[in-house]
């Protein structure tokens, strides 16, 4: 269980600073929408993984779009914008959580 | 606001990306992790006059062991041997090479050798799996020529809120499957709490925006 917090708090910095590095403003608002966002994704798709479906990167895809539209509507911006966020922000978390296991 | 060409593009892309698998050998993949074995012996103090030694492949190459508990690399395969004393010290181990370490251990009338092989893991289990250890209790039977006779009596798993669980092997070539204790209050906090009450945050945000 403390690996999982450890991940969703890293998950909430690393999403968090890719989406300010795109706003480049509001930044506890900005953390604020990558806690909540995380806490609903992280949990549900490690739960779902773990004892339901673990084929990663199809879960990795359900989580970018999902994530999409919650940026989408939480930072008003277009589909496209929000998808390419979304993308790049799971990239980057997914990155770090594979560098992370072979360390 | 519907999404665009592009948008449902990229959706594609990541579906298509979605039917590569992954797969690696040896490697603990993501969300998971590794529940080595541990070994004792209960009653090595009963057999004074002999050295009980741990050989194996790829490692370790000579152990000797004693009343307290042995790991070893979670890929080997390992056995144990007895060697008489006298036969121990007459002979040096220690100072001989791999080869002739095995084929001592492997071939020497003098010393007994068990069938029973040991190995390095329990395997992989999810990371959200209480399961922390494995510590498998081993009864030496009978010491009768070069045979040793030397079994898996029970089996203690660990896990980590502090439980411990015993069950006795049945069969020696069939490791008894854990009990889980069930899952604990950060669990249901973790999965089921937290999600409702950021998914309750999110639908209230949008919903106070839509109306003012």
Redesign the interface.
């Known amino acids: ?1 403390y ?3 450890i991940a ?1 708090i890293l998950t909430i910095f690393i999403e968090f600073i890719v989406i300010w590095g795109f706003k480049k403003k509001y930044p506890f608002k900005l953390l604020f929408y990558s ?3 995380n ?2 994704t992280l ?2 798709a ?2 779902t ?3 339901i479906y ?5 879960l ?2 359900l989580v ?2 999902i994530e999409g539209l ?1 940026l989408k ?2 930072l008003n911006i ?3 914008m929000a ?2 966020l979304s ?1 790049v922000a799971n990239l980057s978390t997914f990155l770090v ?2 560098i992370w ?1 072979y360390l | ?4 060409k ?2 449902k593009i ?2 594609l892309l ?2 298509l ?4 698998g ?1 797969s690696s050998a040896d490697v ?4 998971e ?1 590794n529940v080595p074995f541990s070994y004792q012996i209960s009653n090595i103090q009963d057999y004074p006059d002999y050295v009980f030694i741990l050989h194996g492949t790829p490692n370790p190459s000579i152990e000797v062991l004693n009343s307290s508990e042995f790991s070893f690399y979670k890929l080997s395969t390992c056995s144990i041997y007895a060697v008489p004393r006298n036969v121990y010290n007459e002979v040096q181990i220690d100072q001989m090479d791999e080869t002739q370490m095995s084929e001592f251990l492997k071939n020497d009338s003098r010393v007994a050798r068990s069938s029973l092989k040991l190995e390095g893991t329990y395997g992989n289990v ?3 799996n209480p399961l922390e250890t494995a510590l498998i209790i081993l009864n030496i039977k009978s010491i009768q020529g070069n045979n040793l006779d030397i079994q898996k009596e029970k089996i203690i798993y660990g896990y ?1 809120n502090g439980l411990k669980v015993e069950k006795p092997f049945q069969s020696q070539n069939q490791t008894p499957e854990p009990t889980s204790p069930g899952p ?1 209050w ?2 249901y906090i ?2 089921i709490v ?2 409702i ?3 309750g ?2 639908v209230f ?2 919903i106070r925006r839509k109306t003012s």
């Open positions: 269980m690996s999982l917090i969703w806690f909540i966002v806490s609903i949990p549900l490690s739960y993984y773990f004892y673990s084929n990663l990167i199809m990795e895809v970018i779009i919650f509507y939480l277009d589909y496209k998808m390419l993308l959580g594979v296991g | 606001m519907k999404p665009s592009s948008v990229l959706i990541l579906i990306l979605s039917t590569m992954i603990i993949n993501p969300g992790k999810n990371e959200a980590n604990s950060d669990y973790y999965f937290l999600p009450i950021a998914l945050i999110i945000i949008i």
